[in-house]
């Protein structure tokens, strides 16, 4: 297994509010964590800083080897972070409404464990597919799935960038979670809407295809997108289970 990330503050941002790292627990199983903050006075860098680092940090101390146990222990670890950034929030001006998307993939024997709050995305690439493993958080998403709109009017629609779900909200916040098998040769996609909002699932995957190396890809998607017109941070995560054309 090998493991890129890289992170871009795009052609348009005054900043980089997206934070990605990756952690290993007790037990040497790797977690990937990628975070893209919202709110101004750079408080998405503190938001999607703090979830990634807080929750990073308690997994090193954990001993989990088992994808199910992951997924529960996602939903608490979450729901904490939440309860924190909102308070945090709250308690300084400067700091108010801050907010982070939130993706974790854990990885064990034969299966991988994730997380999924926002509109940041997981994909798995399986036999020269890009199969999606997460559904944005967004009220355009809304909008498709109610039939208000379609796909394509999804991605130029003028509120495409409120979400839904986050880090940060009053309350509790409803986490995706789900396990899902990995065979060798699949690819792992974490991203933030940076890229996806630039360039098109097709062009992601062609992308895929033609890159012998991942920091090779990783640093094409990340010029692909400024290419389109990088509009935001955009940053990448990529988990390769071995066989180079990804078929």
Known sequence: MEVYFQSDQGKKRNSNQDYVATFCNQQQYTLALL???MGGHQAGD????QAVEEIGQNWQKTTITESQKATQWFIQQIQKANQLIFEKG???LKL???GTTFEAVAVFEDQIALAHVGDSRIYIVRDNQLL???EDHSLVNELVKSGEITKEMAAVHPRKNIITRSIGMPGTVEVDVATYPYRLGDLILICSDGLTNMVSEEDILA???TKESLPALGQALIDTANQQGGLDNITVLLIDFGGKNHD
Not at 46 to 49: D, F, G, Q
């Open 35 to 37: 975070a893209d903050g």
């Open 96 to 98: 108010s409404g801050m």
């Open 207 to 209: 992308l895929i295809q």
């Open 90 to 92: 709250q308690a300084d």
């Open 132 to 134: 999606p493993l997460t």
């Open 46 to 49: 503190i938001a999607s800083r």
